[in-house]
């Protein structure tokens, strides 16, 4: 039975990135490090993005602490990550990011951004930004690859 599923998931998610890939859209996964009031957290994305830039995503984040030599993640958000275009030219791009999920699977929360992409090669791109966090101002930065 299992073995059912996990096909069928995998069939699935090679016929969406076969469909993907022939309308020009690609994903993005990034990985990335922001600095707010509760210290510094670690996230990674998985993203769909258009030829115009527009991109929708799931998005995952923590902080690590360190307690008697063990390592834990706290303050887990989970959130559906959006990103719209303010201002694009080749290989740099203004947007707009919005993530909105739980933290600690009990608090919904929104969370905008401004981000600047900057594309190094065809396949490679770092992220600075700014965003407000836990009503404060918090800075981003992002490493992503175009797959």
Not at 29 to 54: C, P, Q, R, W
Not at 65 to 72: A, D, F, K
Not at 96 to 114: C, E, I, S
Request: one cysteine or more; glycine letters at 10%.
């Amino acid at each position: 039975m299992k073995s059912k599923f996990v096909s069928y998931i995998l069939a699935t998610a090679v016929i969406v990135l076969c469909y993907q890939r022939s309308n020009g859209q690609h994903l993005i996964a990034s990985s990335e490090i922001e600095k707010n009031v509760a210290g510094l957290h670690y996230g990674a994305s998985l993203s769909i993005e258009t030829k115009k830039k527009f991109s929708a995503g799931g998005f995952y984040q923590c902080g690590i602490t360190q307690l008697e030599g063990n390592v834990r993640p706290t303050r887990t958000f989970y959130a559906l990550q959006l990103q719209f275009p303010l201002l694009t030219c080749d290989k740099i791009g203004i947007m707009l990011n919005t993530k909105t999920g739980f933290v600690n699977d009990h608090y919904l929360v929104f969370v905008p951004a401004v981000i600047t992409n900057i594309q190094l090669s065809p396949g490679l791109g770092v992220s600075i930004g700014s965003g407000i966090r836990m009503q404060n101002a918090s800075l981003i930065g992002r490493l992503y690859l175009t797959l």
